[in-house]
Each structure stands twice: as structure tokens, then as C-alpha cells.
């Protein structure tokens, strides 16, 4: 469980700027308690309706963020991650992936993660609508804090090669 009280602001230099907050693309509506919990460290940036956004639209909102909250609508391929550099993790709010080129996002340094506990949307009327939703929001957002802190996070299933060492190997010895 995140904890308003344990939420640091995460901040991201780039040559020659101050020091600003890390920008957070919402693709889609989520629970307005998800929105309030990242806003106490990211610059927040989320789409209000129930909408698909159109990709042009969503490129422009996402072209200088470090991290996305993704749905199953969205397709993030290696053209979007070319218009968006600065992208740092792809956190899915659902257990699939099929809409995530997660092999552009491993060479380019981005993390994916999902929130594999997810229960079916046809379970979700027996279980409360609003819990289940908001508990894979949550997920996702604190998948967001973990990478963007610098940790593994828990719902990652790439390992990014951002700041890794090139290993050399002669075969000699």
C-alpha cells in the first residue's frame, strides 16, 4: 500500500534546465484517489474522459514524460517510443501486454510492467467494480514510483538496458 505520507517527489534534471518534476501520462480515466496519490510527486497528466485518445493526441501529452499509465487501448510500439525519449517505464493497468512492443521498450531503456493479479472483468460485478479497478490503478502507479525511484518494479516483465555496462567477451583465458 502507498502512503501519501511516504511519497517523495521525484525529480528529473535534463542539461541545462532546473530541476523539474516527472511528468505521468494517464491514457485513460482512472479513480480520482489514483490521480490525487501521483500528483503528490509527479506532474500529472491524465485524460479525463472515457475516451480512447487518438494517438497524435496521445504523442503530443506523452512526448516529454518519464512514465505512462497504459491500458489495453493503447498500442506503444517503436515509433511512439521514438516520439517519446524520455519515456522511462510503460505501466500497465491490466495483465496483458499484446498492445506493448516489449522488445523496442527493452532497447530503449523503458520498463513494462503489468498488474498480473487482475481478476476478469467478468468477476468484477461479484466483487465491487470500484475495488478491483482502482486496486490495478494503484499497481500501476506504484509500479511508476518504484522505476521512477530507481527500484525493479514489482510488476516488471522486461529488464531494461538503459545505463547498462557493455560486457566485452574474447573468449581467451
Given at each position: 500500500m502507498i502512503r501519501m505520507?511516504?511519497?517523495?517527489a521525484v525529480q528529473m534534471n535534463q542539461p541545462g534546465e532546473g530541476v523539474r518534476m516527472a511528468r505521468v501520462v494517464i491514457t485513460h480515466w482512472v479513480h480520482p484517489e489514483v490521480i490525487?496519490?501521483?500528483?503528490?510527486a509527479f506532474e500529472v497528466i491524465a485524460n479525463p474522459t472515457r475516451e480512447t485518445?487518438?494517438?497524435?493526441?496521445?504523442?503530443?501529452?506523452?512526448?516529454?514524460?518519464?512514465?505512462?499509465?497504459?491500458?489495453?487501448?493503447?498500442?506503444?510500439?517503436?515509433?511512439?517510443?521514438r516520439d517519446c525519449p524520455d519515456l522511462r517505464i510503460v505501466a500497465g493497468a491490466s495483465?496483458?501486454?499484446?498492445?506493448?512492443?516489449?522488445?523496442?521498450?527493452?532497447?530503449?531503456?523503458?520498463?513494462?510492467?503489468?498488474?498480473?493479479?487482475?481478476?476478469?472483468?467478468t468477476a468484477?460485478?461479484?466483487?465491487g467494480v470500484r475495488?478491483?479497478?482502482?486496486?490495478?490503478?494503484?499497481?500501476?502507479?506504484?509500479n511508476i514510483f518504484e522505476a521512477l525511484s530507481g527500484?525493479?518494479?514489482?510488476?516488471?516483465?522486461?529488464?531494461?538496458?538503459r545505463g547498462r555496462r557493455k560486457i566485452r567477451l574474447d573468449g581467451t583465458g
Open positions: 505520507e511516504n511519497v517523495v490525487d496519490l501521483l500528483r503528490g485518445l487518438p494517438r497524435k493526441e496521445l504523442v503530443s501529452r506523452a512526448k516529454e514524460a518519464q512514465a505512462m499509465m497504459v491500458f489495453m487501448q493503447d498500442n506503444i510500439d517503436e515509433d511512439f517510443l495483465k496483458g501486454y499484446d498492445n506493448i512492443d516489449v522488445a523496442a521498450c527493452t532497447r530503449r531503456g523503458v520498463w513494462v510492467t503489468v498488474v498480473p493479479d487482475r481478476i476478469s472483468s468484477e460485478p461479484r466483487c475495488s478491483v479497478l482502482a486496486g490495478s490503478e494503484l499497481e500501476a502507479a506504484a527500484r525493479t518494479p514489482k510488476g516488471a516483465i522486461n529488464r531494461p538496458l
